[in-house]
């Protein structure tokens, strides 16, 4: 009986730090998380003729992130990706996406530009 109440002794002792650690690698993480992406500026371009290519031109792009310590931005207009663009037709209204991965987390924002 005495080993018996030794050896849970010794398994709850073992489950309470594991469970304290991983708590305070939770509470204590400096790992921020993607929140959301911002145009902060449209491209100079917003109309174009039928068959140009699309222009990013003046176009700027932030991330903000969220995290345990505080919240920040970082500047990704590099390092976004632009879909939605054709130029084949004319259109009033065509929504162009730009989407930003960070950490398998995908955020997107949209503008309109004009093919006359």
């Known amino acids: 009986m005495k080993k018996l109440f030794c050896f849970l002794c010794y398994i709850a002792l073992f ?3 594991s469970c304290d650690s991983l708590l305070n690698s939770l509470l204590n993480s400096n790992d ?6 911002r145009i902060d500026q449209k491209p ?3 109309s174009y003729y039928i068959g140009e290519e699309f222009d990013k031109t ?8 969220i995290g345990s ?8 207009t590099d390092l ?7 130029s084949s037709e004319k ?5 162009i996406t730009v989407s930003y991965t960070d950490k398998g987390t995908t955020k997107s924002a949209s503008f309109y530009v004009s093919i006359n």
Not at 32 to 37: G, P, T
Not at 58 to 65: F, Q
């Open 44 to 46: 100079i371009k917003t």
């Open 91 to 95: 259109n009033s209204y065509l929504s």
């Open 69 to 76: 310590s505080s919240n920040s931005k970082k500047d990704v």
């Open 58 to 65: 003046g176009l700027c792009v932030y991330a903000y992130y």
């Open 80 to 86: 976004v990706s632009i879909s939605g663009f054709d």
């Open 32 to 37: 921020e998380q993607l929140a959301y992406i």
């Open 15 to 17: 489950l309470l730090s």
